[in-house]
Structure formats: structure tokens, C-alpha cells
């Protein structure tokens, strides 16, 4: 599976920003999608994930009620639409996928920057 992500940019703060990841292949229902991202000087940090069914959706603190994530079924293709940013989101966001529901994500984007000016 190849996944590319896209839609960073950069904005002011309190702006929305839309990433999209693409998936190449055959994604199966029990397999999960994350994104996450890595701010420069820090360890990456997981952001948000769903179950590619469309259920178990977790969100991390520091997003909860400000990120949705959403996936496009017949598009193979997973959502991350941000609003509400600030510059502490600055980072380079990924996608990523695990196939055994076990948190070990196997495939990963190559990153699409998001750059939030104060």
C-alpha cells in the first residue's frame, strides 16, 4: 500500500486547513488509518485515528474538538480537516497505516507540511 498525503500549507492562526492522504491498494475494513505529526525538535506525536469501517475513532487531547478525521470509502482516501489551528500545529503531518489493528503502523505518507502563524 503507498499512501500520499497532501494539503499543508501555511495560515494564520485560526484558520482550517483539509489534509488528504491517497491510499494505493487494497485497503481492508479492519485496518487502521492514523495521521500524526512531528514539530521540529520533537518526537512525532500520533494525532488522530479510524478504523478504515468507519468506527473507532480516537482523537488526541491536544486536537479533540478542534481536528476531524474522515475517510472517503469509495476514494480510498482519509481526511484530516483542521480547524481552529494555532502554532503549536506547526509540524510536518503523516498519514499512516496499520494492518493488524495493533497500533504498529506499517505504511506511512511522506508528510505534508502545516506552518500556523501567530
Known amino acids: 500500500v503507498q499512501l500520499q498525503a497532501s494539503g499543508g500549507g501555511l495560515v494564520q492562526a485560526g484558520a482550517s486547513l483539509r489534509l488528504s492522504c491517497a491510499a494505493n491498494?487494497?485497503?481492508?475494513?479492519?485496518?487502521?488509518l492514523g495521521w500524526f505529526r512531528q514539530a521540529p525538535g520533537k518526537e512525532r506525536e500520533s494525532v488522530a485515528r479510524?478504523?478504515?469501517?468507519?468506527?473507532?475513532?480516537w482523537y488526541a487531547d491536544s486536537v479533540k474538538g478542534r481536528f476531524t478525521i474522515s475517510r472517503d470509502y469509495a476514494k480510498n482516501t482519509l481526511f484530516l480537516k483542521m480547524n481552529s489551528l494555532k502554532p503549536e500545529d506547526t509540524a510536518v503531518y503523516y498519514c499512516?497505516?496499520?494492518?493488524?489493528?495493533?497500533?504498529?503502523?506499517?505504511?506511512w505518507g511522506q508528510g505534508t507540511q502545516v506552518t500556523v502563524s501567530s
Open positions: 479510524i478504523r478504515w469501517r468507519g468506527d473507532r475513532i
Open positions: 499512516a497505516l496499520d494492518r493488524n489493528s495493533d497500533l504498529e503502523f506499517d505504511y
Open positions: 491498494g487494497v485497503i481492508y475494513n479492519n485496518y487502521v
